[in-house]
């Protein structure tokens, strides 16, 4: 079956912290995925996305993702986060159509 | 501005009525996404289009849901006798359908979506 596990619900930090969150997948395809950001009453946007190569993806606003074929994972990962960095974060699969994860709630506070 | 335009933004319907909601996608797209999100969850796909071609509907999706993309442009999504379960975000997105080092959905453009309230 084709899915996209997000285990981390909500996480809280505060500024400077490091982040990551984790993205397990289950497809049996080509693999392509994707982290997408919704900041507070903001469409969805493309953080970055994995095709092909390099499996460490770099991104917007200094997120980056590793692409970990054997352990089926697509992590993010922040060194230092901002205030504004406070969003919901999801992870999703290219099954032609892209699946999503349930996605995670950051809170960042200064 | 990602260039997808969603209409209505906000939808509040008596249960049992029927409800449109269109979405404009970036006009060199060929491919066309309907998704919908509720509180605290991922978007949940429903449908989607390769230029006029319905190439997919969610076997979840309950047949009161109907979507169109007559001209390969835009896209209606048509909810008939809605309920109160259907009370949720109804997101569009677009993408260029991309091929040579593989074929690949391409980034998908959101747009801002339809809230769609079922008293």
């Known amino acids: 079956a084709q899915s996209v596990s997000q285990h981390n619900h909500h996480v809280i930090l505060s500024e400077a912290a490091s982040l990551e969150l984790g993205c397990n997948y289950s497809y049996g395809g080509t693999v392509n995925l994707f982290w997408y950001v919704q900041y507070p009453g903001q469409h969805l946007q493309l953080l970055l996305k994995?095709?092909?190569?390099?499996?460490l993806v770099k991104g917007i606003k200094g997120f980056e993702a590793e692409f970990i074929k054997s352990k089926f994972s697509f992590n993010l990962r922040k060194p230092s986060v901002q205030w504004s960095d406070t969003a919901e974060y999801f992870c999703a699969l290219d099954t032609d159509k892209l699946i999503f994860g349930t996605g995670t709630r950051l809170q960042v506070f200064p | 501005d990602t260039g997808v335009s969603q209409n209505p933004r906000h939808k509040i319907t008596k249960r049992g009525q029927n409800v449109t909601f269109r979405c404009d996608p970036i006009?060199?797209?060929?491919?066309l996404y309907w998704y919908r999100q509720t509180l605290g969850q991922g978007p949940e796909f429903l449908t989607y289009f390769q230029n006029e071609a319905q190439l997919e509907k969610s076997r979840l999706l309950s047949d009161r849901f109907s979507a169109e993309r007559p001209k390969g442009s835009f896209s209606t999504l048509e909810i008939q006798r809605t309920e109160q379960g259907d009370s949720a975000m109804y997101l569009c997105?677009?993408?260029?359908?991309?091929?040579?080092?593989?074929?690949?959905?391409?980034?998908?453009?959101f747009g801002e979506g339809s809230r769609l309230t079922v008293l």
């Open positions: 006009s060199e797209h060929n491919r």
């Open positions: 997105a677009s993408s260029l359908l991309r091929s040579g080092r593989g074929l690949n959905t391409g980034e998908l453009f």
């Open positions: 994995y095709f092909s190569g390099d499996p």
